[in-house]
């Protein structure tokens, strides 16, 4: 195949310095895309006039601007909602594609029948020297296949940047449900609640570490958690409530659509208070162990103790 009826969706801010590696890439792709679009989410620093004369060797160019700053999720929640072909790819502006990171993708979606394909990505400096070679291994990520919904609960899998994945899904996950932490944790749900997901073992794209990554990798483990802290200039408490309300978000958004059970645990035990969870820790671990065949034993034990800390209440937390 020389060409496909995918479309790139690439969100822009403020990336001027990392752009032309991005686009080289995308124009080196074995798979050509029917069409990159771009969508600049308010930059201030060139981008928009670099993005504005962006042109694929094949394909079409869409490019457009929004005059107020709202965010990834909502930019991209706006460039998934106008992709008409069969695929979608989604695209960060610092990062660079392997060239046959599209073809490799799409071959597995039609081959496995799954709504959504993630894969594995090498870890790189800003410039592009290599900081760790899988980010699956740095990040103890397992790469979770098929319908399961309560493990990328647990733990998200999959990295928004690499996903190629089906447009007819965008029918279940758009809009985006208010408050989720990002779009690539949303979609995988939607996509673990349809036809499933499917992970490719293979570094398809560089990932690049920099000062304004919104989402970087991190070593699993006391020391990821103490940098993720340290950068984000985040207490401990604060994390804890934030990522709980992050998950009450994801599975709220999948309940209202009728995706996912509304007697769903997780929903009940998420919303108690720190005490409450901390006394019922036990049961959390039992119901969580049933799933420590796709999660492994060491992610079930990190996400039991900082799920069951006694710090951190929801904000969407009700008294016991």
Same mark, same amino acid.
Request: glycine share 8%; with cysteine; hydrophobic share 45%.
């Given at each position: 195949?020389? &060409?496909?009826?995918? &479309?790139?969706?690439?969100?822009?801010? =403020?990336?001027?310095?990392?752009?032309?590696?991005?686009?080289?890439? /995308?124009?080196?792709?074995?798979?050509?895309?029917?069409?990159?679009? @771009?969508?600049?989410?308010?930059?201030? *620093?060139?981008?928009? $006039?670099?993005?504005?004369?962006?042109?694929?060797?094949?394909?079409?160019? !869409?490019?457009?601007?929004?005059?107020?700053?709202?965010?990834?999720?909502?930019?991209?929640?706006?460039?998934?909602?106008?992709?008409?072909?069969?695929?979608?790819?989604?695209?960060?502006?610092?990062?660079?594609?392997?060239?046959?990171?599209? $073809? +490799?993708?799409?071959?597995?979606?039609?081959?496995?029948?799954?709504? /959504?394909?993630?894969?594995?990505?090498?870890?790189?400096?800003? *410039?592009?020297?290599?900081?760790?070679?899988?980010?699956?291994?740095?990040?103890?990520?397992?790469?979770?296949?098929?319908?399961?919904?309560?493990?990328? @609960?647990? +733990? =998200?899998?999959?990295?928004?940047?690499?996903? !190629?994945?089906?447009?007819?899904?965008? +029918?279940?996950?758009?809009?985006?449900?208010?408050? @989720?932490?990002?779009?690539?944790?949303?979609?995988?749900?939607?996509?673990?609640?349809?036809?499933?997901?499917?992970?490719?073992? $293979?570094?398809?794209?560089?990932?690049?570490?920099?000062?304004?990554?919104?989402?970087?990798?991190?070593?699993?483990?006391?020391?990821?958690?103490?940098?993720?802290?340290?950068?984000?200039?985040?207490?401990?408490?604060?994390?804890?409530?934030?990522?709980?309300?992050?998950?009450?978000? /994801?599975? *709220?958004?999948?309940?209202?659509?009728?995706?996912?059970?509304?007697?769903?645990?997780?929903?009940?035990?998420?919303?108690?208070?720190?005490?409450?969870? %901390?006394?019922?820790?036990?049961?959390?671990? %039992?119901?969580?162990?049933?799933?420590?065949?796709?999660?492994?034993?060491?992610?079930? !034990?990190?996400?039991?103790?900082?799920?069951?800390?006694?710090?951190?209440?929801?904000? +969407?937390?009700?008294?016991?």
């Amino acid at each position: 195949m020389t &060409s496909s009826d995918v &479309s790139i969706v690439l969100a822009t801010h =403020n990336g001027v310095r990392w752009l032309p590696d991005l686009l080289t890439s /995308l124009g080196r792709q074995t798979l050509a895309p029917a069409r990159l679009s @771009i969508l600049d989410d308010a930059s201030t *620093d060139g981008t928009w $006039e670099l993005v504005r004369d962006a042109a694929m060797p094949a394909g079409q160019t !869409v490019v457009g601007r929004q005059e107020s700053n709202v965010g990834a999720v909502r930019t991209f929640e706006r460039l998934l909602s106008m992709v008409d072909t069969e695929y979608f790819a989604l695209c960060d502006q610092d990062d660079v594609w392997l060239p046959d990171k599209l $073809e +490799k993708s799409l071959s597995l979606l039609e081959s496995s029948g799954a709504d /959504l394909v993630y894969t594995d990505l090498r870890v790189v400096r800003e *410039d592009l020297s290599e900081l760790a070679p899988s980010m699956w291994r740095l990040s103890n990520i397992v790469s979770v296949a098929g319908r399961a919904l309560i493990p990328l @609960i647990l +733990k =998200n899998s999959i990295t928004g940047c690499t996903v !190629v994945g089906r447009t007819s899904m965008l +029918k279940k996950a758009l809009p985006f449900p208010p408050g @989720i932490p990002m779009h690539d944790w949303w979609l995988g749900l939607v996509a673990a609640c349809g036809n499933g997901v499917a992970p490719l073992p $293979e570094v398809t794209v560089l990932y690049r570490q920099h000062g304004g990554s919104e989402v970087g990798a991190a070593r699993f483990g006391y020391r990821g958690l103490r940098s993720r802290l340290d950068r984000g200039g985040t207490m401990l408490g604060t994390y804890l409530r934030d990522r709980l309300d992050a998950r009450l978000a /994801l599975i *709220d958004g999948l309940q209202e659509r009728g995706l996912m059970s509304r007697q769903s645990f997780l929903t009940w035990f998420y919303r108690r208070t720190p005490l409450v969870r %901390f006394l019922l820790n036990l049961v959390y671990l %039992f119901y969580t162990a049933t799933h420590a065949r796709v999660l492994g034993f060491r992610n079930l !034990v990190v996400d039991w103790f900082l799920t069951c800390l006694p710090l951190g209440s929801s904000r +969407k937390g009700v008294t016991a």
